[in-house]
């Protein structure tokens, strides 16, 4: 089962920062947060993750609440390219092994 | 990052008969891989663990005789749809875990598309 929860879809105007939430109210206090996205038709790719802090990359930075029940990724300068489906995930430990549980992710449309 | 290699992207085959997808890691050894199905308009539902050198640990609901999976090496993973139907007709992305240094990082590849008429 899922274990977060995200809007279905968003749209941003190219340019602006784009701010993508989600609910992960039931995180255990070892598990991870990973976002990845998905270009249509394409294998998903590795934006960030974090476990408390905020963390930042190249692409994005990672917010995550002082709870851990929620996160939020942004895009700091959205362009066309970053139209794809957003999965925020929760990595779990199963039975030895690391597991990513995705969850249905958001559509990002980014806007001329 | 690392590289994950799928082969083929595509492939079309008639019902009754037998595909393999080939999963590799370019440039890191993976002692682990992972194989998911996407259908249409939907996330990533993963099919079954693969480590290398022994059996793969499939999710509930993925019949084993069905999809065979084989890590044979370090950089290879192979899934075979075996007696393929059209309800098999997926997009199929395989993931390699990198624990170089200490870090788990899974690294996924570019999916196969497969369409069973």
């Known amino acids: 089962d899922a274990k977060t929860t995200q809007p279905t879809s968003m749209d941003c105007a190219e340019g602006r920062a784009a701010n993508l939430p989600c609910n992960h109210s039931?995180?255990?206090?070892?598990?991870?947060v990973y976002w990845y996205r998905q270009i249509h038709s394409q294998g998903p790719q590795y934006i960030i993750h974090?476990?408390?802090?905020?963390e930042t990359n190249e692409m994005a930075s990672l917010i995550i609440t002082e709870d851990r029940k929620s996160s939020t990724l942004i895009l700091p300068h959205a362009t066309l390219r970053d139209t794809a489906v957003y999965y925020c995930?929760?990595?779990?430990?199963?039975?030895?092994?690391?597991?990513?549980?995705w969850g249905a992710g958001t559509k990002l449309i980014i806007k001329p | 990052g690392a590289v994950v290699s799928q082969h083929p992207s595509w492939v079309i085959c008639k019902s009754g008969t037998s595909v393999k997808i080939e999963c590799r890691s370019l440039?890191?050894?993976?002692?682990?891989m992972f194989w998911y199905r996407q259908f249409p308009k939907q996330s990533l539902m993963l099919m079954a663990t693969?480590?290398?050198?022994?059996?793969?640990?499939?999710e509930q609901g993925v019949e084993k005789d069905k999809f065979l999976i084989n890590h044979a090496s370090l950089t290879l993973s192979t899934l075979t749809v075996t007696s393929a139907h059209p309800e098999d007709s997926s997009f199929y992305i395989c993931?390699?875990?990198?624990?170089?240094?200490?870090?788990?990082?899974?690294?996924f590849g570019p999916g196969t598309r497969l369409t069973v008429t």
């Open positions: 039931t995180i255990s206090g070892n598990e991870y």
């Open positions: 440039d890191f050894q993976a002692t682990t």
């Open positions: 995930i929760v990595r779990v430990r199963n039975l030895g092994n690391y597991q990513l549980i």
């Open positions: 993931s390699a875990r990198d624990t170089w240094g200490g870090r788990v990082e899974q690294y």
């Open positions: 974090g476990l408390k802090n905020n």
């Open positions: 693969s480590n290398e050198g022994s059996k793969a640990t499939y």
